[in-house]
């Protein structure tokens, strides 16, 4: 069942980026224009979020595109429309960014709104070749600038690292890049297949589990670094042996709102953002300039794809030992692997969810 309420907002202030990456989803087309979202849209966003009722505070996430090669005025102009609502606590700002746009201007921004920011980047030099920009030329040191200024403005920071075929064998380098980064947190995404980026190679099962091994082990020998795999299978065993199974038996399925700049929504999965099908009408379930958000969602669970989702969570509760933690898997690894949204099982189960429960299972000798 699609939750009546939402975690995060994910906004797309731009469909410009100035890098090329080798694995990202998004349509090269929308990466090599510059379509900013007005005003009016955040404008609007912003007076649904004030008549809803939210026992927290809703994460506004500013994602791309490239956040960052939005004109900076006209950015802080759209993140000037949820002004009062920060003020009372009613929202906080995130920005995924690839950082190499980031000076003191941009940490000044950060700092006046109270942003949170993520970083991508996949570790040390070596590891971030599939990461380019349009002349084909890497970025690392245009990252590494980025993150030099974070950390002079005293700006904490996230990372998020995709884990290709290259990196999988070296889980060691990795971790101890990311020790010495100083993120407070990273998350490892293994690479998907995934929108326009549907040539990923394969990963072997067993290089899967033993990066995950290798994970559990730092960790275990008292590693600090956070990472996000670690804590959210750690937290799900915590949960069930304290008693709190209903936690994850009763959950209920984030809509994870997803606003274009043109103030299209979609739902579910922000890679269906800008996707083309007519089958499920480009995945828009509405848009805010013509109607509020909250009834925009009220609707959702009648879009075609949306139906079809929550059928496929149905069937991989009834058939996966696994399904507790997992949840039913996410709609865009389904959709973009196999076409359908009622698949049981995906690379991405398999990776980040299966294996990871198995190689802690291996570690405890279970």
């Known amino acids: 069942m699609i939750a009546p309420g939402f975690r995060s907002l994910i906004l797309q202030p ?28 955040a404008h609007a966003l912003a007076a649904g979020l004030t008549v809803m009722k939210t026992d927290r505070a809703v994460d506004v996430v500013w994602h791309g595109g490239e956040p960052l090669t939005t004109r900076r005025a006209h950015f802080r102009d759209l993140v ?56 084909d030329t890497p970025v690392f040191a245009r990252i590494m600038r ?3 200024r974070l950390r002079s403005h005293r ?12 990196t999988i064998t070296r889980p060691d380098a990795l971790l101890d890049f990311f020790e010495g980064l100083g993120a407070k947190s990273v998350g490892f995404n293994i690479e998907e297949l995934e929108g326009a980026n549907s040539t990923r190679q394969d990963i072997a099962p067993h290089l899967v589990r033993r990066f995950w091994k290798t994970m559990f082990d730092r960790v275990d020998n008292g590693m600090t670094l956070r990472i996000r795999e670690a804590e959210r299978l750690l937290g799900y065993l915590a949960d069930i042996r304290q008693g709190r199974a209903n936690t994850w038996d009763q959950a209920l399925i984030d809509p994870i709102p997803t ?25 828009i379930v509405g848009n805010v300039l013509h109607d509020d958000l909250a009834s925009i969602l009220t609707r959702a669970p009648n879009a075609s794809y949306v139906r079809q989702h929550l059928e496929g969570v149905r069937q991989c509760r009834r058939s996966c030992e696994f399904f507790a933690f997992c949840q039913g898997g996410q709609a865009s690894n389904k959709y973009f692997e196999t076409g359908s949204f009622t698949t049981t099982e995906t690379a991405y189960c398999r990776n980040a969810k299966q294996e990871l429960v198995r190689a802690l299972g291996e570690k405890m000798g279970v």
């Open 14 to 41: 731009t469909t410009l980026c100035n890098l090329n990456c080798t694995y990202c989803y998004l349509p090269v087309g929308d990466r090599r224009s510059r379509t900013e979202m007005t005003t009016e849209v």
């Open 155 to 166: 700006i904490e920071f996230s990372a998020i690292c995709v884990v290709t075929a290259h």
């Open 259 to 283: 606003v274009g700049t043109n103030g299209d929504v979609v739902a579910l999965s922000p890679e269906l953002l800008g996707v083309k099908d007519e089958d499920h009408r480009d995945f």
């Open 146 to 148: 980025g993150i030099d």
């Open 80 to 135: 000037e429309a949820f002004e009062p609502l920060r003020l009372r606590g009613r929202v906080r700002h995130s920005v995924q960014t690839n950082a190499t746009l980031i000076d003191d201007a941009w940490c000044d921004l950060f700092t006046d709104y109270g942003f949170r920011v993520g970083v991508s980047i996949d570790g040390p030099a070596t590891a971030n070749l599939s990461r380019v920009d349009w002349a």
